[in-house]
């Protein structure tokens, strides 16, 4: 199994900020990486896929780079409906799996 | 394009459930599917997947032989049957859309909102 670690596992950031969530994997995946948002008590929501195409509907301030094993995603300009949880998952090959999460908070 | 599920609840160790995923507002015959589950408290784990006509499926290891992942396009709807049910199997369950189906990428949106299963005596 392919393991996803992010760092850090948790971020404190004010309203404005700019902050960098980073995912390694475990062997190469090339360009095999999502990203993900998830906010306490709902689903998560998609963000990014293959490392770096923002989804339709995600603002342009979200952005992910990387290949290999190196990932990151940087959020610009914090805004309180920022401050949530962010996954990583590799989709390589299964299982599929996720990093242990980010939580975002003020 | 929404995805509802259903059939959570408590269950007695040992025994069974089948969860179901009602897909609306979009071709369902035309996507893989996939079932994500998330403890209390925890993170994300990937459960199983399905192919498009359903010749295809795949399981995480701590559900192989237990789980049973299936659809039925003509009612637009993902399963998942689950038995000899774990404490450990408490979670949120989750169905997801890949949209990435058709390509070699795999990506999920939409996610339904996830139906709670506990697993307790």
């Known amino acids: 199994d392919i393991q996803m670690t992010q760092s850090p596992s948790s971020l404190s950031a004010s309203v404005g900020d700019r902050v960098t969530i980073t995912c390694r994997a475990g062997?190469?995946?090339?360009?095999?990486l999502n990203w993900y948002q998830q906010k306490a008590g709902k689903a998560p929501k998609l963000l990014i896929y293959?490392?770096?195409n923002l989804q339709s509907g995600v603002p342009s301030k979200i952005t992910g780079s990387g290949s290999g094993t190196n990932f990151t995603l940087t959020i610009s300009s914090l805004q309180p409906e920022d401050f949530a949880t962010y996954y990583c998952?590799?989709?390589?090959?299964?299982?599929?799996?996720f990093g242990q999460g980010t939580k975002l908070d003020i | 394009v929404q995805l509802v599920e259903s059939g959570g609840g408590s269950v007695q160790p040992g025994g069974s459930l089948r969860l179901s995923c009602a897909a609306s507002?979009?071709?369902?015959?035309?996507?893989?599917m996939h079932w994500v589950r998330q403890a209390p408290g925890k993170g994300l784990v990937w459960v199983s997947h399905?192919?498009?006509?359903?010749?295809?499926?795949n399981y995480a290891d701590s559900v192989k032989g237990r789980f049973t992942i299936s659809r039925d396009n003509a009612e637009n709807t993902l399963y998942l049957q689950m038995s000899s049910l774990r404490a450990e199997d408490t979670a949120v369950y989750y169905c997801?859309?890949?949209?990435?189906?058709?390509?070699?990428?795999?990506?999920?949106?939409?996610w339904g909102q996830g139906t709670l299963v506990t697993v307790s005596s």
């Open positions: 997801a859309r890949d949209e990435g189906s058709g390509t070699y990428y795999s990506w999920f949106d939409p």
């Open positions: 293959a490392a770096s």
């Open positions: 062997q190469s995946i090339s360009t095999y």
């Open positions: 507002g979009f071709t369902f015959s035309s996507y893989w």
């Open positions: 998952q590799q989709n390589y090959r299964t299982p599929y799996s």
């Open positions: 399905i192919d498009t006509d359903g010749s295809t499926t």
